[in-house]
């Protein structure tokens, strides 16, 4: 769903990265450091913002493939794209592959770049139905779901996944030999089992694995929190990319070398700058709930963000938002 819009691209000043680019599948990318999919936050505005502070790839949030499917109106929402941002991918997820394969073809239709499949989600009314990290347990059906997708669209398929159900099978290794010969173009491993969740500590030596075991190339994830730790990661798995996701909530310059200004003047250019693209990409019903998830993050380790959190909160619009950090 491309939108006309009248946004002005904005180059925001940093380092430059040093860092080589890389490619997958037909398509360059200008550096390895890519935004993951995470629900109620990779909308379109937040993309942009990402891709303007030196994500070199953004992926969408999680869209079911039933809503996709069936033509819900909040889930063809979620396809809203803009030249500006590409290359972007966008995330599917569900575990019927008739109806992946469906999803994919028309997800597929959009000015997009990538189609990437869930095969990590923890969360537990996803798996109950057999989809996101529960097709971790069922090679055949997660290889059918992949073949389906491939099979419907000529754009590059990728998944992403963890490093198996729990500590006892950690499968992450195969799951990637399989997806590789079933068509995948990439594969991107958080290095967590399911059980794990979000917490613990993330194996990279499982991206290593990964690594060593396929030719297609491997974008590793698992708490990198600044653009130190995505170096770090690639030189001790040999992973080709790094994918961020929490480590970039309130802190979109964790794609840049200097990574987040330690004060509040020198991050109000890009809160304003998110605030901006809210206002033209966001849909009115979700816009304030959003913005205001965004918020509060962007003021962590500042003296006084408690008061400002406050105020956020008593906000009634987007408009007393913008006011607010305008004004400040």
Same mark, same amino acid.
């Given at each position: 769903?491309?939108?006309?819009?009248?946004?002005?691209?904005?180059?925001?000043?940093?380092? @430059?990265? %040093?860092? #080589?680019?890389?490619?997958?599948?037909?398509?360059?990318?200008?550096?390895? !450091?890519?935004?993951?999919?995470?629900? =109620?936050?990779?909308?379109?505005?937040?993309?942009?913002?990402?891709?303007?502070? =030196?994500?070199?790839?953004?992926?969408?949030?999680?869209?079911?493939?039933?809503?996709?499917?069936?033509?819900?109106? @909040?889930?063809?929402?979620?396809?809203?794209?803009?030249?500006?941002?590409?290359?972007? +991918?966008?995330?599917?997820?569900?575990?019927?592959?008739?109806?992946?394969?469906?999803? +994919?073809?028309?997800?597929?239709?959009?000015?997009? %770049? !990538?189609?990437?499949?869930?095969?990590?989600?923890?969360?537990?009314?996803?798996? &109950? &139905?057999?989809?996101?990290?529960?097709?971790?347990?069922?090679?055949?059906?997660?290889?059918?779901?992949?073949? +389906?997708?491939?099979?419907?669209?000529? &754009?590059?398929?990728?998944? &992403?996944?963890?490093?198996?159900?729990?500590?006892?099978?950690?499968?992450?290794?195969?799951?990637?030999?399989?997806?590789?010969?079933?068509?995948?173009? #990439?594969?991107?491993?958080? #290095?967590?089992?399911?059980?794990?969740?979000?917490?613990?500590?993330?194996?990279?030596?499982?991206?290593?694995?990964?690594?060593? #075991?396929?030719?297609?190339?491997?974008?590793?994830?698992?708490?990198?929190?600044?653009?130190?730790?995505?170096?770090?990661?690639?030189?001790?798995?040999?992973?080709?990319?790094?994918?961020i996701g929490r480590g970039a909530l309130g802190n979109p310059w964790v794609f840049r070398p200097e990574g987040r200004p330690a004060t509040l003047g020198g991050r109000l250019p890009v809160i304003r700058r998110h605030l901006e693209l809210a206002q033209l990409f966001l849909p009115a019903d979700r816009m304030l709930f959003r913005i205001k998830n965004h918020?509060?993050?962007?003021?962590? =380790?500042?003296?006084?963000?408690?008061?400002?959190?406050?105020?956020?909160?008593?906000?009634?619009?987007?408009?007393?938002?913008?006011?607010?950090?305008?004004?400040?």
């Open positions: 769903m491309s939108q006309k819009h009248n946004m002005k691209k904005q180059e925001i000043p940093g380092e @430059k990265q %040093d860092v #080589a680019p890389m490619m997958i599948g037909p398509v360059p990318l200008q550096s390895p !450091f890519i935004l993951a999919p995470l629900a =109620g936050y990779t909308d379109l505005a937040f993309r942009l913002l990402c891709r303007e502070l =030196g994500a070199a790839l953004c992926c969408s949030e999680m869209i079911s493939c039933h809503g996709v499917v069936y033509g819900q109106k @909040k889930t063809l929402a979620m396809l809203a794209t803009v030249p500006e941002e590409r290359p972007v +991918a966008f995330q599917i997820f569900g575990h019927e592959p008739e109806v992946m394969g469906e999803a +994919a073809a028309i997800v597929g239709s959009r000015p997009i %770049d !990538f189609i990437d499949i869930n095969m990590g989600c923890p969360v537990r009314k996803v798996i &109950k &139905k057999g989809s996101g990290a529960a097709l971790m347990k069922d090679f055949q059906r997660a290889e059918a779901v992949i073949r +389906a997708v491939c099979d419907q669209t000529d &754009k590059p398929v990728t998944i &992403k996944f963890r490093s198996g159900w729990n500590s006892e099978t950690v499968v992450a290794a195969e799951f990637a030999q399989m997806a590789g010969n079933a068509g995948v173009q #990439a594969v991107t491993i958080h #290095a967590r089992t399911w059980a794990q969740g979000f917490g613990g500590r993330p194996d990279w030596q499982v991206i290593r694995a990964v690594k060593q #075991a396929v030719t297609i190339p491997v974008i590793g994830n698992g708490d990198i929190q600044c653009y130190g730790d995505g170096l770090k990661m690639m030189s001790e798995t040999g992973c080709d990319g790094v994918m918020a509060g993050r962007y003021l962590a =380790g500042l003296h006084g963000a408690g008061r400002l959190r406050q105020k956020i909160t008593g906000c009634s619009s987007l408009a007393q938002i913008i006011d607010l950090f305008e004004n400040l």
